[in-house]
């Protein structure tokens, strides 16, 4: 009886030592923010090979800063959103002048973000095989997928 | 004056001995299926455990138990760092699409935008 509560504990204690062994090992450590770790998964999925890799990340690397910087605008322009809306709410009517000004700039950033995540995009593009290419436009936003060819009436 | 003992007396007595009563006799096949049944789970308790024992008295089964155990544990870690990586692949794809796409945190879903 003995030694079959020792063979048991034994048994136990090597698949729990294995388990949290394989877990440690196996596990990423790479943050998803870092945009070398949103590339290598890219480069994953669509199998790319080390030139298209390497092109793909100069292209993201040289966009990238402007990307971040709409982000930022687009983020304040929301938060001017939220502070006309407080306004309308407490004080009942807001600066149209300024209102309208807020609308022109956000237009403004709107095309502009439109504009660059369509030329990352379309760039990216264009490293890629057919079939690669298919499977990464099935990862970007619709909006920034090529408008299907028109067939003629 | 006491009567004199007749010689059948003592046979009549142990046949009455021996006879069981009416319903001792209806419950006898019950009473031997139960003591059958109970014999035959104190022969099987000790046999069992014993069996058992002498499977892992053998070095070659205990080895195989305990690797089956590494692998088994092995076998459930994979399953988990597989979900652990499909989850991160998600995770991993929103950030991209959020990194080329800064209009998406806004909108939240990009299929409401119009290309």
Same mark, same amino acid.
């Given at each position: 009886?003995?030694?079959?509560?020792?063979?048991?504990?034994?048994?136990?204690?090597?698949?729990? #030592?294995?388990?949290? #062994?394989?877990?440690?090992?196996?596990?990423?450590?790479?943050?998803?923010?870092?945009?070398d770790?949103q590339?290598?998964?890219?480069?994953?999925?669509?199998?790319?090979?080390?030139?298209?890799?390497?092109?793909i990340?100069?292209?993201?690397?040289?966009?990238?800063?402007?990307?971040l910087?709409?982000?930022?605008?687009? #983020?304040?322009?929301?938060?001017?959103?939220s #502070?006309?809306?407080?306004?309308?709410?407490?004080a009942?009517?807001?600066?149209?002048?300024?209102?309208?000004r807020?609308?022109e700039?956000?237009?403004?950033?709107?095309?502009?973000?439109?504009?660059?995540?369509?030329?990352i995009?379309?760039a990216?593009?264009e490293?890629?095989t057919?079939?690669?290419r298919?499977?990464?436009?099935?990862?970007?936003?619709?909006?920034?997928?090529?408008a299907p060819?028109?067939?003629?009436? | 004056m006491?009567p004199?003992?007749?010689? %059948?007396?003592? %046979?009549?007595d142990?046949?009455? +001995?021996?006879?069981?009563?009416? +319903?001792?006799s209806?419950?006898?096949?019950?009473? !031997?299926?139960?003591?059958? =049944?109970d014999?035959? !789970?104190s022969?099987?308790?000790?046999g %069992?455990?014993?069996?058992?024992?002498?499977?892992?008295?053998?070095? +070659?089964? =205990?080895?195989?138990?305990?690797?089956?155990?590494?692998l088994?544990?092995?076998?459930?870690?994979?399953?988990? !760092?597989s979900?652990q990586?499909?989850?991160?692949?998600l995770?991993?794809a929103?950030?991209?699409?959020q990194?080329?796409?800064? %209009?998406l945190?806004?909108?939240?879903?990009?299929?409401?935008?119009t290309p």
């Amino acid at each position: 009886m003995k030694r079959i509560l020792l063979v048991v504990l034994f048994g136990l204690l090597c698949g729990t #030592a294995g388990h949290f #062994a394989c877990l440690y090992v196996q596990q990423p450590h790479l943050s998803n923010d870092n945009l070398d770790a949103q590339l290598s998964w890219i480069k994953t999925d669509l199998q790319l090979t080390p030139a298209q890799y390497a092109r793909i990340k100069a292209i993201h690397e040289q966009s990238s800063p402007h990307l971040l910087k709409l982000a930022s605008r687009v #983020a304040r322009m929301r938060e001017e959103f939220s #502070a006309f809306e407080r306004q309308r709410k407490t004080a009942g009517e807001i600066d149209f002048l300024e209102f309208a000004r807020f609308i022109e700039e956000r237009r403004r950033i709107d095309s502009d973000c439109l504009l660059s995540s369509r030329q990352i995009v379309d760039a990216s593009a264009e490293v890629l095989t057919a079939d690669q290419r298919q499977r990464y436009f099935t990862l970007v936003p619709p909006a920034l997928r090529p408008a299907p060819p028109r067939i003629p009436n | 004056m006491k009567p004199a003992r007749d010689p %059948l007396d003592p %046979l009549l007595d142990r046949w009455r +001995s021996e006879i069981p009563p009416a +319903s001792a006799s209806a419950d006898l096949p019950r009473e !031997v299926w139960r003591r059958i =049944a109970d014999a035959e !789970v104190s022969a099987l308790e000790p046999g %069992l455990i014993a069996r058992i024992e002498s499977v892992f008295q053998r070095p +070659s089964f =205990a080895f195989a138990f305990i690797a089956a155990c590494t692998l088994f544990g092995l076998f459930l870690a994979e399953i988990r !760092v597989s979900r652990q990586q499909a989850q991160r692949n998600l995770q991993l794809a929103q950030a991209y699409v959020q990194l080329i796409d800064p %209009l998406l945190q806004e909108t939240s879903t990009a299929d409401t935008r119009t290309p």
